[in-house]
């Protein structure tokens, strides 16, 4: 807004105040700048712009007098008045759009929703927090080069037990471990519900496309009493790596780069000796506890270490029984249960909160 | 197995010690690196060391009481201290256990200074509970009675002096079913003293044998070598039961056995030390001085050590192994049974109060026949786990020794006469042992591993667990091994390998890490999943996780006709058969979520239903993977699924897919089990096929619709409505999709025009819709269905259709008259084909 002690500084022309009385000059803008800022509303304003410079208005009475001056005089006058009702104007345009704005915030103040009294509508669902882990781990294996592979549920005693070097005897082929199928005649073939998911690693080689890179996620099935940490329909998953000249430092350093992208680098894996009939040497693999970071707490029973998963050198017995030559090829495996990690990393207690389906449950994650 | 630490520092001279708790620790994390995995860490015996004998010299009452008393004992040198007790089964003259102030018992009890009825006690006397010691809280430990000399008795020696025990560290240990030899302490013992590199010191039994020959007092007999290749005998007169030294009974309690009288608590001692199972046999009740191993009989019974009795033999045979079919018993002289190999000993012959001689067995039995007879019989004991995973075979003679030297030390600690070990072994050994020979390549070893370990050094590591070098042990390129006996898990190189990673420390071997040569992707299937699922989500809908395993009569309620893949050993019946669909497991996972107030909900679940091939039977089962909406939202219903199904079509870009509502039951294109109806509301769900094209055939991959209002009936839903889609993830992954070459969107401007008919009801809308397409030809670009109206204005089974029909030119703007002629085109077309009338 232009300040009214520019109006004398403005004044062009010294000269012509002999013409026009400049007071009455200053009267008629200090009139017509009161009755703008007066306006409240855009229809005052226009009204008041119609005082100041309408047909009627002591602006136009005096315009009209320009004809009785003289040429020169007409001049510098002209140019007085013409600056004035400028001045004018530009005052009105200044206030119309300060008025225009209030108008404005006051029409859209009427239209006032708030916002937090939005009834709900329909959200997105949720995927299964165990298909949520597992596909996070299969992004981290897809990261590292690997393919992801599936295969059925219902298998044969081949693919579950004897091409993976797991003796006639072993607890694991009883009928108190294992679910088997009543299929068609007895003394056909057994079928049974995989109580792994090691057979794909016995599909994969029978492909016979060498190196193997892959990882083998899916649903497996024990005869195991539901409990809180135990269900008879779980979810596995495993890496098989098949490749000239890989070794056992290969694998300690996998699955150190796998827990990290899991993880985080902060923690730390370690292996000790175990035994599976498939992988030798074999070993369980151990992660820092992530409740007490390796000092000691009841969750890792004052170990520092959670053990996560087993793993191993794919047992000569194995390849042999899938055409691979093991002087030629060597592999490792490891695999862990994806339900299991759910429940560590989400300070899950039961594990049967994943199979009751309760939307007050799913809806968590 | 649990191993006291004093039993395992008793034979290598380990650093560890109770009392330093890091050391403890220390030896803990040892034995998890050598793959012992310890399960658990036990203090014992805490008090044992400030708790003194003291003898009691005076007991008082005390006045206003009487439960407790007074009483004065003498802890030694003259020493008297004043205590208050409650246990009444002591007298004067009595040696007791006196608990000092200031002294610490089990579970972190302080003994203090207490004044109870104005009588200061300045001590406790104390319970076997008290000091972990037994269960018995009746009274007090008596460990003497005045009279009976005992020279052990030494007033103010700590009870731990006197009973030859303190504090210790038990382990429980893990033992995988590999190991076999580390279940006993010789094992553990074995792996920690090459471990450290201390020395291993076995215990050597002497005895001083005397009188008859040990082959003339009793007889052993192998009928059958196949599953009992040795038996040796020991025979031992003139015993007299007795308890056992206070150290053999605490080890075995500690180790999780009874003591029981001497002979039993040896023969459990050996066991544990050795890992040898041995049976001791009362050969004056056994029947004949003697024992025959062989083959139980079918229907064969004997009443074994627990009172039970036990059916053997009988069993059916398994493929054409000839041990399958056997238990193995030991019979006495008369052939009858006194024993079950391997497992129990049979009741007719226990060691009891009259046993005046002991026959002791040490057999070796092949080991899945001690196995297979544990579970057929259903008893898993100390001795058949470890005759089932492995005995070392050379250790017989040794353990039969080391019995009889326990019996004769046992009876001497007790005071009783010593028995006379009878001279020599009775020996059966059909089948002599021979250790395996192994040749380990160290290139071999250090390229499996990743290391760089000299011949020399592998040879090293593998020397203290027993392994033997044969030749001059010049490094070759090859080290020939001879495994030693007590390892029947190692029979290849790679096994050797493992021990050569075991014994240098998997925590030592770099770690490596090897890239893979390709491009890591999921696959087509895959990642059509995760999309879906995504879509799925979007619509609102929380993923379910429902069992596989299901009940039969569940399925039925859905729908499914039944023949389902039956489980043969299934956990309950209610989890007895392969779901043949989604539809139950949803349906009751929409009933918890009803239950728990929340009936308004979408799930979906991806998961594989099984169904018989069909034809011949004892084929593999098909396996085909699904996934299923269940739409039981407020106001959800068939139309519902509808525009989910067109949500999921749309997101995939799905082309060609036809909804068939009038064929119910749509042919099989390929013999395969394919989604159908069944469980749907008959006039409310449709089939989604890809029509048979050229070389393609048919294929059905889904079903879309509302739930059979009688199946919410029978899962006892409250919905009205539920709506249903369920599609094959094979086949969704199969059906043609939208081509992928861009289509250039006009510049020109569009034409809308509307037209309402007035259709019979038969007709289905996308009838009308396709002939309206059709006949706007190539202008078309979209006809959408904006209204639907049955009532005022229209006739009985006539309703409503009203399209907008877009059309639009690529090249040019499109003239009145060129869209009035599209108009009429479309109408006379459907007008001309369909029993449908444009609306005035």
Redesign the interface.
């Known amino acids: 807004m232009a300040p009214e002690s520019n109006l004398s500084e403005s004044s062009p022309s010294p000269a012509s105040e002999a013409a026009l009385d400049p007071r009455q000059l200053g009267e008629i803008e200090a009139e017509a700048r009161g009755g703008i800022e007066d306006a409240t509303d855009l229809a005052a304003l226009e009204e008041a712009e119609r005082e100041a410079l309408g047909r009627r208005s002591r602006f136009s009475s005096l315009h009209r007098t320009l004809g009785t001056l003289d040429a020169a005089a007409r001049k510098d006058a002209g140019r007085a008045l013409n600056e004035l009702r400028r001045r004018i104007e530009a005052a009105a345009d200044e206030r119309r759009a300060i008025l225009e704005q209030a108008e404005r915030e006051a029409r859209l103040s009427l239209d006032r929703l708030d916002l937090t009294e939005v009834l709900p509508g ?7 927090l ?2 949520q882990v597992r ?1 996070e781990l ?1 992004d981290v ?8 592979a ?1 295969g ?3 298998e ?1 005693d081949w693919y579950s037990f004897q091409a993976l070097n797991i003796p ?2 072993h607890p694991a082929r ?2 108190f471990d294992t ?7 007895p003394g ?2 057994n ?1 049974l ?1 995989r109580p792994h998911t090691s057979p794909v690693q016995i599909h994969l080689l029978e492909r016979g496309r060498l ?1 193997i ?1 892959a990882a083998v996620p899916g ?1 497996a ?1 024990r ?1 195991d ?1 539901p409990d809180a940490t135990h269900l ?2 779980f979810h596995q998953v495993e890496g098989l ?1 098949v ?1 000239r ?6 694998l ?3 699955i ?2 796998f827990v990290h992208a899991i993880f985080g680098e902060e923690v730390s894996t ?6 599976f009939p498939f992988t ?5 693999f151990e992660i820092t506890c992530r409740i007490c970071h390796g000092s000691g707490c009841r969750t890792c ?1 004052m ?1 520092g270490w959670i053990e996560l998963g087993g793993c191993g ?1 794919v ?2 017995a194995v390849f042999e029984a899938t055409g691979v030559d093991p002087e030629e090829w ?1 592999g490792f495996a490891f695999g862990f249960g994806i339900d299991r990690l759910a429940m560590m990393r989400h300070g899950i207690s039961d594990l049967r909160s ?7 449950f ?2 968590q994650f | 197995m649990r191993a006291p630490l004093s039993w395992l520092s008793e034979l290598t001279p380990l650093a560890a010690d109770a009392r330093d708790r890091a050391s403890v620790v220390e030896l803990a ?1 040892e034995l ?4 012992l ?1 310890v ?2 860490t036990d203090w014992v015996g805490e008090g044992l060391d400030e708790v003194v004998l003291a003898r009691v010299l005076e007991i008082g009452a005390i006045k206003g009481a009487d439960k407790i008393r007074r009483v004065v004992v003498d802890r030694g040198e003259g020493e008297t201290v004043e205590v208050v007790c409650g246990a009444w089964n002591f007298s004067e003259g009595d040696v007791v256990a006196l608990a000092p102030v200031g002294s610490t018992l089990p579970g972190d009890f302080r003994i203090e200074r207490r004044t109870l009825r104005g009588v200061v006690s300045n001590g406790m006397l104390c319970s076997g509970r008290e000091l972990e010691l037994s269960d018995d809280h009746a009274g007090i430990l008596v460990l003497g009675r005045p009279g009976a000399h005992d020279g052990s008795i030494e007033l103010g020696r700590p009870l731990s002096e006197h009973l030859g025990f303190g504090l210790d560290v038990v382990f429980d240990l893990a033992v ?4 076999p030899d580390c279940l006993s302490m010789v094992g553990v013992a074995r792996d920690l003293a090459a471990r450290y590199g201390l020395p291993l010191e076995l215990p050597e039994p002497s005895l001083e044998e005397s009188g008859t020959p040990a082959p003339e007092l009793a007889t052993v007999e192998i009928e059958a070598p196949e599953l009992c290749q040795r038996l040796i005998g020991r025979v031992l007169t003139g015993i007299r039961p007795a308890p056992s030294p206070a150290l053999v009974r605490r080890r075995l309690l500690l180790a999780g056995m009874r003591p029981i009288n001497h002979v039993v608590d040896a023969s459990n001692y050996v066991m544990l030390e050795l890992g040898q199972p041995n049976h001791p046999y009362d050969l004056g009740r056994l029947g004949g001085s003697g024992l025959k191993v062989r083959p139980a009989g079918p229907g064969e019974t004997i009443v074994t050590l627990d009172g039970e009795t036990r059916l053997l033999g009988g069993r059916p045979r398994r493929g054409d ?1 000839p041990l399958s079919d056997k238990d193995l018993v030991i019979c006495n002289a008369h052939d009858l049974p006194v024993g079950i190999a391997g497992v129990m000993g049979g009741q007719s012959n226990e060691i009891g109060e009259e046993t005046g001689a002991v026959l002791l067995e040490v057999a070796r039995f092949t080991p ?1 026949a001690v ?2 007879t544990a ?1 057929h019989v259903g008893l898993r004991t100390e001795a058949s786990v470890r005759f089932e995973r492995g005995v070392d075979p050379e250790q017989m003679e040794r353990a039969a020794a080391r019995f009889c030297q326990l019996v004769v030390e046992a009876a001497t600690a007790a005071g009783v006469p010593a028995p006379t070990v009878a001279p020599g072994i009775i020996d059966a050994n059909p089948v002599p042992f021979t250790r395996t020979r192994v040749t380990l390549r160290p290139p071999k070893a250090n ?5 760089e370990l000299s011949p020399e050094l592998m040879g090293d590591l593998l020397a203290p667990i027993g392994y033997e070098r044969v030749g001059d042990g010049r490094p070759e390129a090859a080290l020939e091994l001879v495994v030693p006996s007590w390892r029947p898990d190692v029979s ?1 190189e ?2 050797v ?2 021990d050569v ?2 014994t240098y420390g ?2 030592r ?15 087509a299937s ?1 990642s059509l999943r ?1 999309r879906l ?2 879509v ?14 299901v009940d039969p009569g569940d399925e039925e309620l859905a729908g499914a006709p039944g023949g389902f ?7 309950a019946a209610e ?1 007895s058969v ?1 779901r043949a669909g989604l539809l139950a497991g949803l349906m009751k ?1 929409v009933r ?2 009803s239950a ?1 107030r ?1 009936p308004w ?4 679940e ?3 239903v ?1 169904a ?1 091939r069909p034809g ?6 098909e ?1 085909h993977e699904r996934v299923a909406l269940v739409l039981a ?1 407020e106001l959800d219903d068939a139309a519902g699924a509808i525009r989910a199904w067109r949500v999921v079509a749309e997101a995939l870009g799905l082309a060609e897919v036809e909804l068939r509502q009038e064929a119910v039951s749509a042919p099989r294109d390929d013999g395969e089990a394919e989604v159908d109806l069944r469980g749907l509301h008959r006039a409310r769900s449709g089939l989604l096929v890809v029509p048979a094209r050229g070389e393609r055939a048919q294929s059905v991959i889904g079903a879309v619709g509302e739930v059979d209002p009688a199946v919410l009936a029978a899962f006892g839903l409250p919905h009205g409505r539920v709506g249903w889609l369920e599609l094959d993830l094979v086949r969704l992954a199969g059906a043609p999709r939208r081509p992928d070459e861009a289509k250039a969107v006009s510049r020109y401007p569009s034409s809308d025009v509307d037209l309402a008919f007035s259709v019979d009801e038969g007709v289905p809308a996308a009838a009308v819709e396709e002939t309206v397409r059709r006949a706007a030809g190539e202008l078309c670009e979209s006809v959408q269905l904006f209204d639907v109206y049955r009532g005022v204005g229209l006739a009985d089974g006539q309703r409503s259709l009203a399209f907008r029909v877009r059309l639009c030119a690529s090249d040019h703007t499109l003239a009145d008259a060129e869209v009035a002629a599209a108009r009429r085109a479309c109408i006379e077309a459907v007008e001309g084909s369909l029993p449908a009338t444009l609306r005035g």
């Open positions: 329909p959200l997105p669902g949720h995927l299964h165990v298909t596909e299969e294996f897809v990261g590292m080069g690997y393919e992801i599936e059925p549920e219902v044969t006639p005897d009883s009928s679910f088997f199928l009543e299929l068609g005649e056909a073939e079928y519900l190196p890179y649903r099935y005869r009493t008879p329909v790596v490749d000249g890989i070794s056992f430092g290969d300690a350093g996998t150190d780069t370690r292996l000790r000796p175990a035994y030798e040497p074999s070993a369980e029973s170990t050198m047992h000569p060597s994943f199979v009751e389906n309760d939307v007050r799913l809806r | 994390s998890d690196s050598l793959g995995v399960e658990g995988e079913p590999n190991r192994d899945v196995g297979r579970r390229a499996l591993l990743g290391l290849r790679v096994d390998i493992e990673a075991r998997y925590r071997i770099p770690r490596t890490s090897r890239r893979s040569p390709s491009v890591g992707r999921l696959d895959q995760r699922r995504r799925l989500t979007g619509l609102g809908a929380d993923e379910a996780w429902t069992g596989s395993i893949i039956t489980v043969a050993n299934p956990m989890e392969m996972a918890h979520n728990h929340n909900v979408r799930l979906f991806v998961g594989d099984f018989a011949a039977g004892g084929m593999l089962p396996e939202r």
